[in-house]
């Protein structure tokens, strides 16, 4: 899957190398500089787009970018035994999708596909950069690095170091920006060049971001996002080089909207575990659906009787929920399943959500088994307490043990 993004990707930026971005905010210049020797810092497809575009500048001038030297995390070690080796780091692969088998090859291909000097390092200490010919590094590019780059190695680099953001900054600073959006139904995306802050992530100067409120996205899931902004934050990567604006005196040119509006900042931290745990108390059924169909599936705790012990144990919603047409009114509380159709052959899981909604179940996992329909899930696990009767259709209907937790 990832590679057919990554082919999209870069399709996208060879067919429209000069499509307009939005207006971009970014200050006209006359500076000159060296020929560029730039020491190029990335991990996966957002970053894999803007190497590609520096590199085609490179070829097509070379008087301009003299050379690119790569620099990646290396692989890890993974599995319960330690001998499977898995190309880049696990954390920052999380932060961008949930399912594992759609990694595609990271960076380190691309910088061997291109003949492309390769480092491969976990942390900067003790490191120094390489001379290309013989000369010093003098311009440091970092996009979803996930490393923070020294001030060591930025005050070595003649006009420092530059980062692309798929954010409008400095809204949804943090390494999982794209996530935040789509999850918090933003439906406008831009992309922001700053310059790298020697202590913090995304708090450099902006020096180019695309004109506010930034461009309009119909994208529901981070693969189908991520295909959108990569080519243009490439695209702003090299137009801004091209424009030197790395070269002093520097401009900020941040939105004013953003920074001066009075809407609070909102931060795009890591994806983890927690953010698939449902509060069926707070979260309307709106925003289940959508976390769901950005994070992959969510998951609560619940009681279930094996042995004749209660037991509290995880249930992942394995295939998410269906939306009811009509809410229903047998509930006992948002969060509080019940199974309806005992006397049929087609039984239903539904939950009451916090803002009156009804979300169907069709299959769980519970946890250390398999995902298996809802109702075999219920039967195995004791998820329910029957009624005594349900020789009725007034007793057609059966409760969890608990409330969701």
């Known amino acids: 899957m990832r590679s057919i993004i990554q082919s999209r990707v870069w399709k996208t930026w060879v067919a429209f190398p000069f499509r307009p971005l939005a207006y971009p905010r970014r200050h006209a210049s006359n500076k000159s500089s060296d020929p560029l020797r730039i020491l190029f810092c990335g991990s996966e497809d957002f970053s894999i787009a803007s190497l590609r575009a520096v590199n085609e500048e490179r070829r097509s001038n070379s008087d301009f970018i003299a050379s690119i030297d790569v620099v990646c995390r290396p692989p890890k070690r993974v599995g319960r035994s330690l001998k499977a080796i898995r190309e880049g780091s696990p954390s920052e692969r999380e932060a961008l999708y949930h399912d594992t088998e759609s990694l595609q090859v990271p960076i380190s291909a691309v910088a061997k596909e291109l003949s492309l000097p390769l480092h491969q390092i976990d942390t900067f200490t003790g490191w120094n950069p390489p001379t290309p010919q013989g000369k010093n590094i003098n311009l440091i590019i970092a996009v979803s690095f996930g490393l923070l780059v020294p001030s060591r190695i930025l005050n070595g680099a003649t006009y420092g170091g530059l980062n692309v953001h798929p954010s409008m ?7 999982a920006p794209l996530h935040h959006v789509l999850l918090s139904g933003d439906k406008y995306i831009g992309i922001s060049l700053q310059t790298l802050h020697p202590s913090k992530f995304d708090y450099g100067e902006i020096l180019a971001q695309t004109e506010y409120p930034g461009f309009e996205h119909l994208c529901s899931t981070v693969p189908q996002l991520l295909a959108t902004v990569a080519p243009k934050g490439a695209e702003m990567l090299v137009k801004s ?8 005196p520097t401009q900020h040119v941040g939105s004013p909207q953003i920074e001066d509006g009075g809407r609070p900042l909102r931060h795009a931290p890591k994806i983890t ?26 998951w609560n705790t619940t009681q279930t009787l094996l042995a004749d012990q209660i037991h509290e144990k995880r249930v992942i919603w394995a295939a998410g929920f269906r939306k009811a047409q009509d809410p229903m ?8 399943p019940i199974v309806r ?3 049929s052959k087609t039984k239903s899981l539904c939950i009451r959500t916090c803002d009156g909604h009804t979300l169907f179940v069709d299959q769980v996992k519970i946890e250390g088994g398999a995902t298996c329909l809802a109702w075999h899930a219920i039967q195995r696990y004791g998820m329910v307490s029957l ?14 043990r608990a409330k969701l937790r």
Request: charged letters at 25%; glycine letters at 6%; aromatic letters at 10%.
């Open 169 to 175: 900054l400095p809204d949804f600073r943090g390494p």
């Open 241 to 248: 080089l091209q424009d030197r604006v790395y070269v002093p």
């Open 273 to 298: 575990p927690e953010d698939r745990h449902i509060d069926w108390d707070t979260w309307t059924a709106d925003r289940i659906l959508r976390t769901h169909q950005v994070l992959g599936p969510l």
């Open 329 to 336: 009114h047998i509930f006992p509380e948002s969060g509080h």
């Open 341 to 343: 159709g005992l006397l």
């Open 387 to 400: 009624p005594s009767d349900i020789s009725s259709a007034e007793h057609d209907f059966a409760l969890f």
